[in-house]
């Protein structure tokens, strides 16, 4: 029974080994399969994931172009630096000892890092090969040390690298700018263009604006390691393509600046806490300086600034990230009476000799609109070698004059930027009526458009703003005769062989809408201001030989205080200007200085502008000190009229002729004596006479001169601002009680 009971079982141990046989068969199957699809199928795509798995891409960083000056110094380079980093997991706390010995660091320091090391060890996503960063750009001393001690300092890793370099410092700074990592954000908007994670990037001056011609493209090399990481010989067998590619260095940016003239410049400006300088030349509208005070030193920029390093920049209160030649903007003060000259004068609203008596106030109203004095009967020359605030209040009284200064001002630059196109120039403003009165509809609490506004824009105050480059840039058109220059600071790009890839020659912006005449009488105007007695510069004027002609400028910046108020700290001290140009004959070059709350302009912005002009023609071009002299109108006046009496008295035969002196050294233009000592002036000017415009010749330099007195041109305190409406400064006025 037992043996007919296994017989009957037979069947089903049949049936169940098949389905197993088929099981293992269906496995066996969809192994091999899938071993086909991988091998035969997919064997090239693995084939790479395995080769890239054992081949190490190391970049190669192109070298970035260099930056030089006109004359062909190098202004920013790239230098060959080390950097210490450290492996946390296998540094020791006797090993941390003797690196911390060779950097120098203290003991506050060497605490520091070490808890810094001991937290990053701890951190669980970091592995054996997990390295920090310690100390960058090591000194050769220390460098040499370790290379020599590799061995024997197990965890400390010295890399060579490159570095940005700038040899001259903070000299220049907001021009070449810096350089820094290239952010998370800016990475996913420009890795296209080859940008890897860490590297640096251009972020203000030069360096951003040209950071497309700087850059170069990196190159690469394609290394096969074993399980170790040790690189194998042999690699064509598993790479494709290039197994190398060379970097392309950057090309190299040669500039209008001058290292000589931005040196005296800065130089110039050595005691001054928070200002500007830019130093234009005339014929070209080429940049040769420009100074930004407080700098910063893009050595110490470019790369990893350190958190203290850059809460003091963030707290400065002179703000030396601030590009002020470019990216600030100020009122002009009685600089703009240059503008408001030229606006009478072009749509005939006095003529040059009329005259206007100033009682050291002008009344519109129950307003009072101080001037700086009692200046009696002037005219326009008087009015702007004096200064007088009255003369121009009563020009600005005129109808439409605001509108028409507005018109002017634009011609001669203002109100747009000059298109530079560096570090975010602003534009500066100007305003019209009709601007006033759109405040009025979108703030039914202004006043609108009033008289006062234009009393306040004819001398450069109340709503109006420029910056330092459209003011250099102004003057240097009046200078010229009448060519506005587009500003220009790059000259030329070259390739890394040499070859000029970019020329960019002098471009005209316009010629101004203003009669040659009428830029005579105001050039005439400007020799006055700092060579007649009662000029404003008068104090700042360095007797070598050197005519400059400006104006000063002493620009209000807040609303004065109420009688009984302090006002004297910093930020409520006026701005002060000094904007020129030099030799007055054959201008050569125009220049804008601002110190910002420095007081007067005569007695703290004029020394430093003729500390500048005299400077370079006295180091720089000495070659161009020669030119032809200006002189004063009344000098001029008398020289004429001393000629037309020997000519009478030649006439008359009783009289022996008077011989007519002969311009030479020592004689202006007219043939009067170029005496250049202090003479008294007559109670009031004689007619102006126009000057002819500058003959092409050359200017001349010399030693700076003492600080100057103040100015007879900042306004007295006052209570009550003549029209306080939107973005507006402080005007000239009082309330009459």
Not at 263 to 283: F, K
Request: proline share 8%; glycine share 10%.
């Amino acid at each position: 029974m037992e043996i007919a009971g296994q017989d009957a079982e037979l069947p089903e141990i049949r049936r169940r080994v098949r389905m197993l046989g088929l099981f293992v068969f269906g496995v066996f199957g969809a192994i091999a399969g899938r071993l086909f699809y991988l091998q035969v199928v997919e064997g090239d795509s693995f084939y790479r994931l395995t080769s890239d798995s054992i081949v190490k891409t190391v970049v190669r960083p192109a070298v970035r172009g260099e930056i030089r000056d006109r004359k062909n110094r190098v202004l920013a380079r790239m230098r060959p630096s080390a950097n210490v980093s450290v492996l946390p997991r296998e540094l020791s706390p006797e090993v941390f000892a003797r690196l911390a010995g060779l950097l120098g660091w203290g003991p506050t320091e060497t605490e520091e890092w070490w808890d810094r090391i001991e937290s990053d060890r701890r951190d669980p996503s970091h592995d054996r090969e997990h390295t920090l960063l310690v100390r960058e750009d090591v000194p050769r001393d220390a460098q040499a040390v370790l290379e020599e001690s590799g061995l024997d300092l197990p965890g400390v890793r010295l890399e060579h690298a490159i570095r940005r370099d700038y040899p001259y410092g903070v000299l220049g700074a907001h021009v070449l700018g810096y350089m820094n990592e290239i952010s998370a954000d800016e990475l996913r908007l420009r890795k296209q263009e080859g940008y890897r994670s860490g590297e640096l990037v251009g972020r203000i001056g030069l360096e951003r604006q040209f950071e497309g011609y700087l850059r170069g493209r990196s190159g690469f090399e394609k290394l096969v390691v074993d399980r170790r990481g040790v690189p194998r010989t042999s690699i064509h067998d598993l790479v494709e393509g290039a197994t190398r590619q060379e970097p392309i260095p950057g090309n190299s940016v040669f500039l209008t600046l001058d290292v000589d003239v931005q040196r005296l410049a800065e130089r110039a400006m050595r005691n001054v806490n928070a200002g500007g300088a830019v130093v234009l030349d005339v014929t070209t509208g080429r940049i040769l300086a420009a100074v930004s005070r407080p700098a910063f030193d893009p050595n110490e920029m470019s790369g990893h600034l350190s958190a203290d390093a850059q809460a003091r920049l963030f707290a400065d209160r002179y703000r030396p990230l601030r590009d002020k030649v470019l990216t600030e903007t100020y009122y002009p003060g009685s600089t703009f009476k240059v503008v408001s000259a030229l606006t009478a004068l072009e749509d005939k609203l006095l003529a040059p000799e009329e005259k206007a008596k100033c009682h050291g106030y002008y009344e519109l109203g129950r307003r009072r609109f101080k001037c700086t004095k009692t200046h009696g009967v002037v005219s326009m020359y008087d009015a702007i070698v004096q200064s007088c605030n009255v003369y121009f209040y009563e020009l600005g009284a005129r109808p439409g004059m605001l509108d028409r200064l507005a018109k002017f001002a634009t011609d001669l630059g203002l109100g747009a930027p000059t298109g530079l196109g560096l570090n975010g120039e602003e534009s500066g403003f100007i305003p019209t009526e009709d601007w006033y009165r759109a405040q009025k509809r979108e703030d039914p609490t202004a006043e609108g458009f009033q008289v006062g506004d234009a009393l306040n824009a004819v001398i450069g105050q109340g709503s109006t703003r420029v910056t330092l480059l459209q003011m250099a840039t102004m003057y240097a058109a009046v200078a010229n005769g009448g060519k506005l220059w587009l500003p220009q600071i790059v000259e030329r790009i070259e390739s890394p062989t040499g070859q000029v890839l970019e020329e960019f020659a002098p471009r005209v912006r316009r010629d101004l809408a203003i009669s040659p005449e009428n830029l005579a009488i105001v050039r005439q105007a400007l020799v006055g201001v700092v060579n007649e007695p009662k000029g404003t510069a008068n104090k700042a004027r360095i007797d070598d030989g050197i005519e400059v002609a400006g104006k000063t400028g002493t620009a209000q910046v807040r609303h004065f205080s109420r009688r009984g108020e302090s006002a004297s700290s910093y930020d409520s001290n006026d701005h002060a200007w000094f904007v020129g140009f030099a030799p007055a004959g054959n201008p050569r070059i125009a220049f804008a200085v601002l110190v910002e709350h420095g007081g007067h302009g005569g007695e703290i912005a004029a020394p430093i502008a003729m500390e500048i002009a005299h400077t370079y023609f006295e180091t720089v071009a000495p070659a161009d000190k020669l030119a032809p002299r200006v002189g004063l109108l009344r000098r001029r006046a008398a020289g004429a009229e001393a000629l037309a009496g020997a000519e009478a008295e030649a006439r008359e035969p009783p009289f022996v002729p008077v011989p007519v002196p002969v311009p030479g050294p020592g004689l202006d233009r007219a043939g009067g004596a170029a005496v250049q000592a202090p003479e008294p002036e007559p109670a009031q000017a004689p007619a102006s006479a126009p000057v002819p415009a500058p003959a092409p010749a050359n200017p001349s330099g010399s030693q700076p001169s003492a600080a100057a007195p103040p100015e007879p041109e900042a306004a007295q305190p006052s209570d009550v601002p003549a029209q306080p409406a939107a973005p507006r400064a402080s005007s000239m006025a009082e309330e009459i009680p």
